[in-house]
Structure formats: C-alpha cells, structure tokens
C-alpha cells in the first residue's frame, strides 16, 4: 500500500475506533477521512512533546495588543459554572487553559480551567491524559495539520503526535487559523508564546477547528481584563500521544 492510502485508511480507522462523535458543537467539527499529505514546517524548533512543557500555568498579564470589541459567542464552563465573555471578563476570573473536546462539543461550551492542575484533573477524570509514548498500536499514525487562513485554507503544515515545536518559524509565526487534531492524538495544544508560554487553547482527538478566530483568552492588559483573539497567534505547538 502506498503511504498516501495507508494515511488515509488509518485516520478512517482510528476515527471508527476513537475518534469524536458525528455531531459537531462548541466551534468544532470532527476531522473527516482523508488523504492528506504532510507537510513539514522547515522553520521550526522541534522537540520532544513532554508533559512539563504543557502543564505550566500563565501569568495574567499579556503583552500582546487586545482585539478591541471582540468577544468569544461561545459560554465559557468553569468550575462548573457557565459565563459568558461578558460576564467572565467582568468577574475578572483568569483562565489560563481553555479546552475544546468532545465534552465541549456535546455542551457547546468552551471549558476553562484555572490552572495546570484543574487541567490534570479533568484529563485523568476523563481518560484523556496525555502521554509522552505512543500506544503500540499509534506507531503509524497521521500527522496534525495547520492552516493558514480559516476554513483549512492557504498554506499548510504537519506536525506528529510526539513532536513539540518550540518555535513556529518566521513564515508561521502568529499564522494559525484554522486546525485538524490527529485522530490518534489525545491533543494538539497551541501556544501565546513561543517556547510553549502564555495562554493555551486544547483541542482533543480527531476534532477539527475551522476558524480559530471564534476563540480567545483572557488577559490583564494594563489593569484591566481584555479579550484576545487567537486568529494568528499561535507562536508554539504541542502534540501529546
């Protein structure tokens, strides 16, 4: 079998086996089958995808400029309680990990979590923690693909379940719109920063985002919370097993 199908019968196989449910919510869809062919991002600073690197928490403050007038349409769940952006940003809560996955999908809610350790405790509720090593059975598997513009257009770059890229490269840098999560990936997380700092935005297994621009962060831009879009910010990636 060439490498095309193979690619392209594995990720139909893994999305039957573990991929996200048919209905889409919460901003996502399910990556459909297919054929793609990696791309490498030859800019990049590829390391190994540990777990440290991820779960580290943020400070509040952000350098970056805010995105005047925007606001995030989707409720944000944290703690178990639902705000809207509105209502988030007035409460001054910060949140520094924000996870899109099927439980996400099915609320059609974007999940908040205060800290690297909230995080863990859902991923291990869940069964979602991610690994440093691959499972036997992900040894052949598809890579993660990002795109330029939304809606999984323009210019394109793979990465693999295992790699960290510290740093997305002149062309890449803050030019993520939209993503596909590898189906045989517990993750793909991407970064404010470069060297995996700032914000991070989750996406779990087999779940697609079409315009990343529909999510944001909240940061303390002087001394007040402002909301910051990710369209084109995403400085460093990660891709957990």
Not at 130 to 140: D, I, N
Request: glycine share 10%; hydrophobic share 40%; net charge negative.
């Amino acid at each position: 079998m060439k490498r095309k199908q193979m690619i392209g019968s594995l990720v139909l196989a893994f999305g039957l086996v573990s991929g996200p449910a048919l209905a889409s919510g919460g901003g996502i869809e399910p990556v459909p089958p297919n054929d793609l062919e990696p791309i490498a991002n030859k800019e990049a600073e590829i390391y190994p995808a540990t777990l440290d690197l991820a779960f580290q928490d943020p400070r509040p403050e952000s350098q970056e400029k805010p995105d005047e007038g925007f606001l995030p349409e989707l409720p944000i769940l944290v703690d178990g309680k639902l705000y809207s952006a509105e209502e988030l940003q007035k409460a001054g809560v910060h949140i520094g990990h924000y996870v899109l996955d099927s439980r996400s999908a099915e609320l059609d809610v974007v999940q908040g979590f205060r800290t690297s350790e909230d995080l863990k405790v859902y991923m291990e509720k869940t069964g979602q923690m991610p690994s440093e090593q691959p499972k036997e059975r992900q040894l052949l598997c598809p890579p993660a693909h990002y795109w330029e513009h939304s809606f999984f257009s323009g210019a394109r770059f793979s990465a693999w379940p295992g790699q960290a890229i510290g740093n997305l490269g002149g062309f890449w840098n803050d030019r993520i719109s939209s993503v596909w999560n590898s189906p045989c990936s517990s993750w793909t997380v991407l970064f404010e920063h470069s060297n995996f700092g700032g914000h991070q935005l989750w996406l779990g297994r087999g779940w697609a985002i079409p315009h990343v621009g529909l999510f944001g962060w909240i940061g303390w831009s002087g001394w007040f919370p402002r909301w910051y879009n990710w369209n084109d910010r995403a400085s460093s990636l990660i891709v957990f097993w």
